[in-house]
T-cell receptor
Framework: AQTVTQSQPEMSVQEAETVTLSCTYD???????LFWYKQPPSRQMILVIRQEAYKQQNATENRFSVNFQKAAKSFSLKISDSQLGDTAMYFC?????????????FGTGTRLKVLA | DARVTQTPRHKVTEMGQEVTMRCQPI?????VFWYRQTMMQGLELLAY????????DSGMPKDRFSAEMPDATLATLKIQPSEPRDSAVYFCASLPPWGTEAFFGQGTRLTVV
């Protein structure tokens, strides 16, 4: 069974600084997707970034980038030039999409606070 | 604009009562997930459906929880009888065919007293 682990329950960062959120996962699959979702106080879940496991190149979306280490089963999120609006809960997620299975598994989340 | 709709947004009920939460997925989305969010467990997958068929409900307490999808526009999650430990936010999410981004509803905050 797949599992997703986020070992940092809470983190804080000064505005304009860089922060890295950690995520590890466990799977025997070779083809899968990894995601980071953001949940601000409004509770709305927002996709931040997506990585296909078959791609070696790390995904980037503006100030957000990932460090995907497939062999180590590690998928960290780096937020550059942190902004107050980045304050939120961040969830790492895994999805395998094959043979009729579309299981979407989330970690326990990391609460990030950006300080002014 | 297309969105996943969950009702009710908030529910307070007494222990032992039946609770039904509803979800309307985005039109055309054929995979629907139910999650429970708590401080300790994060987002737990309770059950999910594809083309209205249940694929996995192993995350759900079978004795009191049930999930159904009577048609393509409605998914339900029922708790009977409810207990205080069921207090949490319950999310529904849907996935389009061949898509990978899950679209979430606003959640139902359930409080069982």
């Amino acid at each position: 069974a797949q599992t997703v682990t986020q070992s940092q329950p809470e983190m804080s960062v000064q505005e304009a600084e860089t922060v890295t959120l950690s995520c590890t996962y466990d799977t025997s699959e070779n083809n899968y997707y990894l995601f980071w979702y953001k949940q601000p106080p409004s509770r709305q879940m927002i996709l931040v970034i997506r990585q296909e496991a078959y791609k070696q190149q790390n995904a980037t979306e503006n100030r957000f980038s990932v460090n995907f280490q497939k062999a180590a089963k590690s998928f960290s999120l780096k937020i550059s030039d942190s902004q107050l609006g980045d304050t939120a809960m961040y969830f790492c997620a895994f999805m395998k999409q094959a043979l009729g299975t579309y299981k979407y598994i989330f970690g326990t989340g990391t609460r990030l606070k950006v300080l002014a | 604009d297309a969105r996943v709709t969950q009702t009710p947004r908030h529910k307070v009920t007494e222990m032992g009562q039946e609770v039904t939460m509803r979800c309307q997925p985005i039109l055309g989305h054929n995979t629907v997930f139910w999650y429970r969010q708590t401080m300790m467990q994060g987002l737990e997958l309770l059950a999910y459906f594809r083309n209205r068929a249940p694929l996995d409900d192993s995350g759900m307490p079978k004795d009191r929880f049930s999930a159904e999808m009577p048609d393509a526009t409605l998914a339900t999650l029922k708790i009977q009888p409810s207990e205080p430990r069921d207090s949490a936010v319950y999310f529904c999410a849907s996935l389009p065919p061949w898509g990978t981004e899950a679209f979430f509803g606003q959640g139902t905050r359930l409080t069982v007293v």
